[in-house]
């Protein structure tokens, strides 16, 4: 299939039109990603099951967890997972100021839940949960902060995606990277959505 | 771009200098030499280079098992101390397993996949570049414990606590853990790209079903991979919190389960052995029909059969793990599972012999390695067959019985199967035939070496030697046929003369690099369609696209059946095939370009990698560098523009760049 | 063999409007005020089963409108919920060797 030469960078990107299945390179393999993800965030969720009941002298999660504080926070994270949708479909209608708002908002909303996340865990040392203290105390902070640390690259995939749309520096179709984006932010949130009950409201 | 030119034509590409920028450097856009391997997305430099590693390691890994062997060869041995005999044993296997079984199986996948699909690449080619670069960084971080404080000792497995900071207080173990985590990344990304490229990037005409068997395995692996990498992601991070961090996951005192471990390893590391296997398997079910010359039987059986096992392997893993104390219930369950995936390891060990059966064979040293494997996969088998009855693998679990087991199916069979790959697609990769007086002598040695060296260790493992044992006593070595002394003494010896085997591979190598043969297309009149190309391929692989319409499709290119005699006749050569191709080429095609940020990124995530040992100023730098390398990556059009390209003087032949109107 | 870009955006389209992304969120709002609840409110037998079908509801809500799987190709869900079958299968395994499920 002959090809004109000018057709340069933008051919670069796996044009849905010639792949076998008719899907994209790019959306498949975020799909496979996230179908690996859930093996990795199962393992930390496992281990923190495993071990949530053994908290040496160390406080117990119900002492601790404030649970209407942490129900804000997982509200919060659900509406991002809202204006996301808001920006991809966006995308899709080709309204570049629009999805800039959105993705906006969502970063916003995103770190909003991080620094509630950082508030609580800077409250729990205080209140005598170190990392270290116990299986309790060593599995919580690694599920959540893996999960944090998951919502942060988020946020900054968010706003580096804002800042290459106004660069006008996407090569493929935009609407595909928001969507892609998308994909892994709702991730994020589909993982809270499953520490929310394991974790907060099903006690030990 | 790095080729825009009429193929076929025979002109060489043009120089060109680029302008654009980005920060301070200009991407590479054509290179030649070092820099044309070190920036080069190219899967068959990619892949050449993964082999070209694997077999450094594999060196590596077999000096450290000679070592071994001459500690155990004699009684009271003093060539190892306890604590440089943990190092050994553990980096051996560390090494062997991840360094260069993974690699070299990536070798072949990343060169032969895209071939025998009808591509031009994979579908992401700078990841697969970076595939390679965090393999490397990895390797030397595994490898540079040696020489920073003492390797790890706790065993390939690196069971926990006593791979914890109490039991393990050196950095040996802090190495293992980051080096096989940026090794894993370089893995899962390896699995999504090839995943990807099977799926999207087939010929057309090439349904699943039309896939070659190597194909069809390596999918099946980069399954396994994808799925089972996350497992022992996060098995390394809770041993890497506890280790640098305070972390209490495995601090018993505390009221950790020993067992946490031993799950997550072996829920990854069950699959991991059909990782390891499975490639071979592809490799054997090309050269087995082709030097048979007839198709594969049951080609449906064996697809299949490779894909269950690639399924039940994730339900096994507990095996491993009999004598642990998990509780009959759990045993029974686990016992009964391993025994199911016995099943279609067998369907194709009688696919293959099916195959052979009422061939007219032509044994190549090609064609030996594959039956070798046949033949020593099954030895290996069915040792693990008799693991499988748990109340049996009691008395063999932790001696030299499963040592043996897993010797015969990964050297007996994994092994051979690579050393078959190299003598049956040498021709393709490099253009020569590799030497097959001398590949007599290869095969012979590592025959019977290997058989001399893993033997006896069936008779040592039932006597009762325990594996990971530094020393050995004439006192307890019993008396008679079943004298541990005398066999050990053979397993070294024979330890020997499979590296004697392997030397000859290397000599292979050279003299067949120095001599001035070249090699036909089609030397071995294959089937699939990796054979219609030059020899070496040319950089993009086809001149056009070929369109499939039959499984073997290269083989239904050359042969047509005669309605008269039902026989199948040659209507072609490979290479009035490939002429036909060169002539319908396709008039502009497009490559992705070198690119660096793959090297870079991996320096980076290797410096953060180290940070975890050294500190904070490391993770930070480490850090920063990563987060350059990905938003240059990220900025960078994977095709170089057209404004990175400066015309040559016309010197009249059709070298259009852009035409202008 | 392949399907052109076209078709991909009117399934997207055919998806759902904005609105109906709304109405997704407040029933996600609506379900997720349920669970807080049983914080304040004792369910008795009732607390477990309904947790645990209330996360699952939210999940697949989340995975079919939002990520628009019910709507895309199938080839996705096979790579995805194979991989949270895979984690399903050996993490339940896992825990029930350590009787994580015997009182």
């Known amino acids: 299939m002959a090809e004109t030469a000018t057709h340069t960078a933008d051919h670069a990107s796996e044009h849905a039109h010639e792949t076998s299945t008719g899907l994209t390179n790019n959306k498949l393999a975020m799909w496979l990603f996230l179908g690996s993800e859930c093996l990795l965030f199962g393992g930390l969720i496992s281990t923190y099951m495993l071990y949530r009941g053994r908290i040496s002298d160390g406080p117990h999660p119900m002492a601790i967890f404030d649970i209407p504080f942490t129900s804000v926070s997982s509200f919060v994270l659900l509406m991002s997972s809202l204006t996301m949708v808001l920006a991809v479909?966006?995308?899709?209608?080709?309204?570049?100021?629009?999805?800039?708002l959105w993705l906006t908002v969502t970063a916003v909303l995103g770190a909003t839940f991080v620094g509630g996340q950082i508030y609580e865990f800077t409250a729990f040392v205080r209140e005598g949960l170190g990392f270290s203290t116990s299986l309790f105390g060593s599995s919580f902070y690694t599920l959540t902060g893996f999960h944090g640390i998951h919502v942060t690259v988020g946020v900054l995939m968010l706003l580096s995606t804002v800042g290459i749309i106004r660069k006008n520096k996407i090569t493929g179709n935009k609407a595909e990277v928001v969507e892609i984006v998308g994909l892994y932010w709702h991730f994020v949130d589909v993982v809270w959505i499953i520490i929310f009950t394991l974790v907060y409201l099903i006690p030990s | 771009m790095a080729i825009i030119e009429r193929p076929g034509t025979g002109t060489t590409p043009v120089v060109v200098t680029p302008q654009q920028t980005f920060g301070a450097v200009k991407r590479p856009v054509q290179t030649k030499g070092w820099r044309e391997w070190l920036f080069t997305v190219d899967h068959k430099k990619i892949g050449i280079m993964y082999g070209v590693v694997a077999m450094v390691f594999f060196i590596i890994g077999g000096v450290e098992a000679l070592l071994i062997r001459l500690q155990l060869a004699m009684p009271d041995g003093q060539i190892l101390s306890a604590d440089k005999y943990n190092q050994m044993f553990t980096m051996h296997a560390t090494t062997m397993v991840f360094l260069f079984a993974m690699p070299m199986a990536a070798a072949f996948a990343n060169y032969f996949l895209p071939l025998q699909i009808g591509a031009r690449d994979v579908a992401f080619p700078r990841i697969n570049a970076l595939s390679l670069w965090l393999l490397i960084i990895g390797g030397l971080v595994l490898n540079a414990s040696w020489f920073l404080g003492g390797a790890a000792d706790g065993g390939w497995f690196m069971y926990a606590p006593n791979s914890g900071p109490i039991f393990s207080p050196s950095n040996g173990v802090d190495f293992w853990v980051i080096g096989l985590q940026i090794t894993g990344v370089a893995s899962l990304l390896g699995s999504i790209n090839l995943i990807v490229t099977v799926l999207n990037m087939r010929a057309p005409g090439?349904?699943?079903m039309k896939m070659p068997v190597f194909t069809w395995m390596i999918l099946v692996v980069q399954f396994l991979l994808v799925f089972s990498l996350p497992v022992i992601t996060v098995a390394l991070v809770l041993l890497m919190l506890q280790r640098s961090y305070g972390a209490t996951f495995f601090d018993v005192s505390q009221g950790a389960d020993p067992l946490l471990w031993q799950h997550l390893f072996w829920i990854f590391g069950h699959p991991e052995v059909y990782v390891l296997i499975l490639p071979a398997f592809g490799i054997i079910s090309?050269?087995?029909?082709?030097?048979?010359?007839?198709?594969?039987?049951?080609?449906?059986?064996?697809?299949?059969?490779?894909?269950?096992?690639?399924?039940?392997?994730?339900?096994?893993?507990?095996?491993?793990?009999?004598?642990?104390?998990l509780g009959p219930v759990s045993v029974a369950v686990f016992s009964v599972a391993t025994m199911a995936i016995a099943i279609p390891t067998g369907v194709k060990i009688f696919n293959w012999l099916l195959t052979m059966w009422g061939g007219k064979i032509w044994y190549t040293t090609a064609m030996n390695f594959a039956i070798g494997l046949v033949v020593l996969f099954t030895i290996g088998g069915l040792s693990g067959v008799t693991h499988s009855v748990a109340p049996s693998d009691t008395q063999q679990t932790d001696t030299y019985?499963?040592?043996?087991?897993?010797?015969?199916?990964?050297?007996?069979?994994?092994?051979?199967?690579?050393?078959s790959g190299f003598y049956y697609w040498w021709p393709k990769v490099f253009g020569k035939m590799l030497n097959e007086k001398l590949g007599?002598?290869?095969?012979?040695?590592?025959?019977?070496?290997?058989?001399?060296?893993?033997?006896?260790?069936?008779?040592?493992?039932l006597q009762g030697q325990p594996r990971r044992m530094y020393v050995w006593t004439e006192a307890r070595a019993g008396e008679g046929f079943f004298n541990l002394g005398f066999w050990n003494m053979v397993a070294s010896v024979g330890s020997f003369i499979l590296a004697v085997g392997v030397l000859f591979f290397l000599i292979n190598v050279v003299v067949t690099a120095r001599s001035k043969q070249q090699a036909p297309?089609?030397?071995?009149?294959?089937?699939?369609?990796?054979?219609?190309?030059?020899?070496?391929?040319?950089?993009?692989?086809?001149?056009?696209?070929?369109?499939?319409?039959?499984?073997?499709?290269?083989?239904?290119?050359?042969?047509?059946?005669?309605?008269?005699?039902?026989?199948?006749?040659?209507?072609?050569?490979?290479?009035?095939?490939?002429?036909?191709?060169?002539?319908?080429?396709d008039a502009h095609i497009h490559l992705p370009s070198p690119s660096y940020w793959p090297i870079v990124l991996s320096v980076g995530v290797g410096l953060l990698g180290l940070g975890t040992i050294y500190g904070v100023p490391m993770i930070v730098i480490g850090f920063a560098i990563t987060l350059f390398a990905s938003y240059g990556w990220i900025l960078e059009p994977s095709v170089a523009e057209e404004i990175d390209f400066e015309p040559s003087d016309n010197d009249g032949n059709t070298k259009e760049i852009a035409p202008l109107g | 063999m392949s399907t052109s870009t076209e078709q991909q955006q009117s399934d997207h389209e055919h998806g759902m409007s904005d609105a109906g992304y709304i109405k997704i969120a407040l029933i996600l709002a609506a379900i997720t005020a349920l669970e807080v609840s049983t914080y304040y409110v004792d369910f008795g037998p009732l607390f477990m089963p309904s947790l645990m079908?209330?996360?699952?509801?939210?999940?697949?809500?989340?995975?079919?409108?939002?990520?628009?799987?019910?709507?895309?190709?199938?080839?996705?869900?096979?790579?995805?919920?194979?991989?949270?079958?895979?984690a399903l299968f050996v993490y339940i395994t896992a825990l029930a060797t350590f009787k994580f499920f015997i009182s």
């Open chain 2, 401 to 419: 019985y499963i040592v043996a087991h897993f010797h015969y199916v990964l050297f007996g069979g994994m092994v051979f199967g690579l050393f």
């Open chain 2, 440 to 461: 007599a002598w290869n095969f012979w040695f590592m025959v019977i070496g290997m058989n001399l060296t893993f033997g006896p260790m069936h008779i040592l493992g």
């Open chain 1, 89 to 100: 479909t966006s995308a899709q209608r080709g309204d570049d100021s629009r999805t800039n």
């Open chain 3, 53 to 86: 079908i209330m996360m699952v509801v939210k999940f697949v809500m989340v995975v079919s409108y939002f990520m628009h799987l019910k709507f895309d190709s199938k080839i996705f869900s096979f790579l995805f919920y194979t991989g949270l079958g895979l």
């Open chain 2, 521 to 585: 297309l089609d030397p071995w009149d294959a089937r699939t369609l990796e054979w219609l190309t030059t020899s070496p391929p040319k950089e993009h692989n086809f001149d056009r696209i070929p369109v499939v319409h039959h499984l073997d499709e290269f083989f239904h290119r050359k042969y047509e059946e005669d309605t008269a005699t039902h026989t199948m006749k040659k209507v072609a050569e490979g290479e009035d095939l490939v002429r036909a191709e060169e002539e319908g080429a």
């Open chain 2, 206 to 208: 090439m349904s699943l």
């Open chain 2, 286 to 325: 090309e050269v087995l029909p082709t030097f048979a010359r007839k198709p594969l039987f049951g080609y449906p059986f064996v697809v299949f059969s490779g894909a269950s096992i690639g399924l039940v392997g994730f339900g096994v893993w507990a095996h491993h793990m009999f004598a642990s104390g």
